[in-house]
């Protein structure tokens, strides 16, 4: 858990910057990755948003991406690997007046937690689900993952996996997810009102953020000289969005659906019995 204090100096008149949003513990990802980047549009988000740091909640699994919440002085929890969004959106509907945010990456998001996935852009809690997605699994050295090319040919998978690539984008569209976009992770800014704009629009809001890989996948430095913003501006037709998505090239940035579905209102029922009680049915 992460400290809750109210920034040291800031006046509560006084806006958030990102810093006010950063933990003092150093991240130790590999020079170059981009979820330095990542990090910086989130807090930069945040600061965009101006909820206060004991307002938001930052949930992950496991992978590289995953050591977000520990960077942040936001609340943070460091969960089991693909669960994040179930935790997640049991802490939402329990506490909806937090700001929740879930960070994790191609493997943790889209394999192990696939079938979380599915469930949390149709249940349409209003949290936000920003997945790092390099196309391998790097923390543990290079494995394909589920978003990687067929053909990548590397040692684990010589000749490459000849397996289809997973698609989140149409996938968060055909489930039923209420905002759709993708960033990159070399575009601070950008990325950060992208994460922005999730985490205003109602209910479940999912961004793909290219996050190269410059330790296993280095072809990917070149992921800078193809995004380009896309060309057209986001739509509320979930159909439209599909094709769009479908034909684009992958390297289309920014807000590709945001949609009108009302979020998930259910939450705690009034309680039943009393927290003395509870406790006193497990007595040994």
């Not at 049991?90 to 879930?102: I, S």
């Not at 000749?159 to 039923?176: D, E, K, Q, S």
Request: a neutral charge; proline letters at 8%; glycine letters at 10%.
């Amino acid at each position: 858990m992460n400290d809750m204090s109210h920034p040291p100096g800031l006046a509560a008149a006084e806006p958030y910057t990102p810093l006010n949003y950063k933990s003092a513990t150093k991240p130790i990802w590999c020079p170059g990755c981009g979820d330095y980047t990542v990090l910086n549009a989130v807090t930069k988000a945040l600061a965009l948003v101006q909820r206060p740091p004991h307002e938001v909640a930052v949930v992950s699994g496991i992978g590289c991406s995953s050591r977000i919440p520990a960077y942040t002085s936001c609340y943070g929890f460091h969960g089991v690997h693909g669960r994040s969004l179930a935790a997640a959106t049991g802490l939402k509907v329990a506490r909806p007046d937090l700001t929740v945010l879930v960070a994790s990456g191609d493997g943790d998001g889209y394999s192990i937690g696939g079938n979380h996935f599915l469930h949390a852009c149709r249940r349409n809690v209003d949290l936000t689900y920003i997945v790092m997605d390099n196309h391998v699994y790097g923390m543990t050295k290079g494995q394909a993952s589920p978003t990687t090319e067929p053909d990548w040919d590397n040692k684990l998978s010589p000749g490459g996996t000849r397996v289809r690539a997973f698609h989140p984008l149409v996938i968060a569209l055909a489930a039923g997810a209420n905002f759709v976009a993708r960033a990159f992770a070399g575009d601070q800014n950008t990325t950060a009102e992208i994460i922005a704009a999730g985490i205003r629009h109602p209910g479940f809001s999912f961004i793909e953020i290219l996050s190269p890989c410059v330790t296993f996948r280095p072809e990917q430095k070149e992921w800078k000289n193809l995004t380009h913003a896309a060309p057209v501006g986001p739509t509320d037709d979930a159909a439209r969005a599909a094709k769009r998505i479908m034909t684009d090239d992958g390297f289309n940035i920014g807000v590709l659906y945001a949609g009108h579905r009302a979020p998930y209102s259910g939450g705690p029922g009034a309680p039943t019995r009393s927290l003395q009680e509870m406790e006193s049915a497990f007595a040994l």
